[in-house]
Every structure is written in structure tokens, then in C-alpha cells.
């Protein structure tokens, strides 16, 4: 079974500034694809960035970028330029791309506090 | 209206009520998905529909009744809860298909207190 592990459950940032989070996955399969979810205090779950397995570039959205390594099985997330409405829990996450097996595996999360 | 709708957003219940949360998603897409989310632990999946057929059920008990009418509605019945059960519940909603490409879309969830 597959699982996903995010081993910093806080983090906190300088305003401005760069931060990244860590994620690890386990894996047997090739194909899927892997995902950074932020859940602010507002509650709402919202999707940041994802990265397709069979895509060696990394994927980048604004200020958010991650780092993909593959045979490592990790993929971090990097926060440039950290603004105040950063501040929330990030999950990562893992999904298969074989339809049937199909369900978002989620880490625990990180609480990432930004400071003014 | 667009994205995954949530009601009540906030829900005060005695351990001998019965109450129902509601998801409405409003994407097209189908499979919905019931999430249990308490603090300091990870997120439960607790139920999950694919095409309205329940294809999951994670050891959750049977005072949590849920029910799919159709690809865009997903119910949650509670009934006989304890003060343990008191959480976010989360509903999302996605698109399972050949490649699974895309992540879940969530609603704003239902803060659920059992007193």
C-alpha cells in the first residue's frame, strides 16, 4: 500500500522569505501522480500545485515550486517570497493513475506559521 | 454556483439526535468522497462513491449512515453519536478515470460538535 509521510508537522517562515516542506512517499508503481493541498483556517481544502510522475520538470504555480525527485521518492514543496495568507496546514498527497486504486493518499500535514 | 457546497457549515448535536450533513457538487464530476477530520490526527477517509456506488467503507460505524442519490449529492445521516465523533467533516468530490489526473476538489466542511 501505498504512503505518504511529511515529517515536519510545523514550520515557520520570516515574511518574504523562502520556506520548504517535506514530503516522502512509498511506492511500487511508475504511474501517478503527487499533490500539495494548503487548508487555511477558513477550513477549505485547496489544491496548490501537482506534479505528473512521467514529468521530469517540476512543476511551478506563482510562487509555489516543487522538487521532484523521483527515484527518491520525495517531493517538496518551495514557498517563495512567503506572504502572511501562507500561513495554514499543507498536505501532501499521492494518487494512483490506475483508475480503480484511485483515492488521494494524504500525509499529516505541516502547520506552517509565516511571521511578520 | 460552482465547486463543492457544504451545509450545515456548523452543527451543535445531543447524543440522541439525529441530523444529516449535506455535499453538493456542482463540477460534474463522479465520485464524491467523505472525509473525518480531528484534531492532531490525520485526515479518515471514511466513505467513498464512485458512479453513486459505494466502493468504500473504512471500518466507520454504523451510527454514520451515508447516502448518494445521485453523482452530484452525497448525504452523511447521523444518528446515536459520541462526544469522540465531534470533528470537521470534509466532503470532495473528483473525477476517477483512466488516469486520475486531477486532485479532489473539497467543500468548506461541517464543524460537527457531539455534546
Known amino acids: 500500500a501505498q504512503t505518504v509521510t511529511q515529517s515536519q508537522p510545523e514550520m515557520s517562515v520570516q515574511e518574504a522569505e523562502t520556506v520548504t516542506l517535506s514530503c516522502t512517499y512509498d511506492?511500487?508503481?511508475?504511474?501517478?501522480?503527487l499533490f500539495w493541498y494548503k487548508q487555511p483556517p477558513s477550513r477549505q481544502m485547496i489544491l496548490v500545485i501537482r506534479?505528473?510522475?512521467?514529468?521530469?520538470q517540476n512543476a511551478t504555480e506563482n510562487r509555489f515550486s516543487v522538487n521532484f525527485q523521483k527515484a527518491a521518492k520525495s517531493f517538496s514543496l518551495k514557498i517563495s517570497d512567503s506572504q502572511l495568507g501562507d500561513a495554514a496546514m499543507y498536505f501532501c498527497?499521492?494518487?494512483?493513475?490506475?483508475?480503480?486504486?484511485?483515492?488521494?493518499?494524504f500525509g499529516k500535514g505541516t502547520k506552517l506559521s509565516v511571521k511578520p | 454556483e460552482t465547486g463543492v457546497t457544504q451545509t450545515p457549515r456548523h452543527l451543535v448535536m445531543g447524543m440522541t439526535n439525529k441530523k444529516s450533513l449535506k455535499c453538493e457538487q456542482h463540477?460534474?464530476?463522479?465520485?464524491m468522497y467523505w472525509y473525518k477530520q480531528s484534531a492532531k490526527k490525520p485526515l479518515e477517509l471514511m466513505f467513498v462513491?464512485?458512479?453513486?456506488?459505494?466502493?468504500e467503507n473504512n471500518s466507520v460505524p454504523s451510527r454514520f449512515s451515508p447516502e448518494c442519490p445521485n453523482s452530484s449529492h452525497l448525504f452523511l445521516h447521523l444518528h446515536t453519536l459520541q462526544p469522540e465523533d465531534s470533528a470537521l467533516y470534509l466532503c470532495?468530490?473528483?473525477?476517477?478515470?483512466?488516469?486520475?489526473?486531477?486532485?479532489?476538489?473539497f467543500g468548506s466542511g461541517t464543524r460537527l460538535t457531539v455534546v
Open positions: 511506492t511500487s508503481e511508475s504511474d501517478y501522480y
Open positions: 506534479q505528473e510522475a512521467y514529468k521530469q
Open positions: 462513491y464512485n458512479f453513486k456506488e459505494q466502493t
Open positions: 470532495a468530490s473528483s473525477q476517477v478515470g483512466p488516469n486520475n489526473g486531477y486532485g479532489y476538489t
Open positions: 463540477l460534474g464530476h463522479n465520485a
Open positions: 498527497a499521492y494518487r494512483s493513475a490506475r483508475g480503480s486504486q484511485g483515492n488521494l493518499i
